[in-house]
């Protein structure tokens, strides 16, 4: 079993949809929740970082953390065809540089 | 946050050459790591390169095969030595800042 679990997709949504990306991890130890995005032929791109548990907000983005589940989301409002990306979500325990992250999720908006 | 530049962005080389990456930080940073990601898979952590210090190599890669050099606070690379197809990837930099981990933009790497 891996660490981390992430459904490769694609995921297609039409324009304008509410959509939902998640992550299950086995290592209750993880402690700092990421996800990044990133467009083809480029790198990873920081969306959101969260601590433990809870929900963080930024714009139309919304990360969730339950740990009692292992299961972590990201929740993007209103999504445009510019949100076509591939979805990396990441983790890691306290003390340590190590991410382990998941395969990542390929996401279409489409027009 | 921290702007990455990685050089070459792409390249095809020949089997049992060698191929190296540069990475430039736009700040002073302590830890640079090098990924590796395959289609379909994970970013694989290959090794964390600290100033002053010797790289230390995560299971499964060798400091024969990918030496790394860090020079400075700003800057490291990578060197893919006596390549084979298997080595066909995206090699990316990265840095730790206070907040996260940022990445650079990826080296497209073809072998032949």
């Known amino acids: 079993q891996k660490e981390v679990e992430q459904d490769p997709g694609p995921l297609s949504v039409p324009e304008g949809a509410i959509v939902s990306l998640n992550c299950t991890y086995s290592?209750?130890?993880?402690?700092?929740f990421m996800w990044y995005r990133q467009y083809s032929r480029k790198g990873p791109e920081l969306l959101m970082y969260?601590?433990?548990?809870g929900n963080k907000e930024d714009g139309r983005f919304t990360a969730q953390v339950d740990k009692s589940s292992k299961y972590i989301s990201l929740f993007i409002r209103d999504s445009q065809p510019s949100d076509s990306a591939t979805y990396l979500c990441?983790?890691?325990?306290?003390?340590?540089?190590?991410?382990?992250f998941g395969t990542g999720t390929r996401l279409k908006v489409l027009a | 946050s921290a702007v990455i530049s990685q050089k070459p962005s792409r390249d095809i080389c020949q089997r049992g050459t060698s191929l190296t990456i540069q990475c430039q930080v736009d700040?002073?940073?302590?830890?640079m790591f090098w990924y590796r990601q395959q289609p379909g898979q994970s970013l694989t952590l290959i090794a964390t390169?600290?100033?002053?210090?010797?790289?230390?190599?995560e299971s499964g890669f060798v400091i024969d095969k990918f030496p790394i050099s860090r020079p400075n606070l700003t800057f490291s690379t990578l060197t893919v030595s006596n390549m084979s197809p298997e080595d066909s990837s995206i090699y990316l930099c990265?840095?730790?800042?206070?907040?996260?981990?940022?990445f650079g933009p990826g080296t497209r790497l073809t072998v032949l």
């Open positions: 990441a983790m890691t325990t306290s003390g340590t540089y190590k991410y382990i």
């Open positions: 969260t601590y433990s548990s």
């Open positions: 290592n209750s130890a993880f402690q700092y």
């Open positions: 390169a600290n100033q002053g210090s010797e790289a230390t190599y």
């Open positions: 700040s002073q940073v302590t830890m």
């Open positions: 990265s840095v730790m800042t206070p907040d996260t981990q940022y």
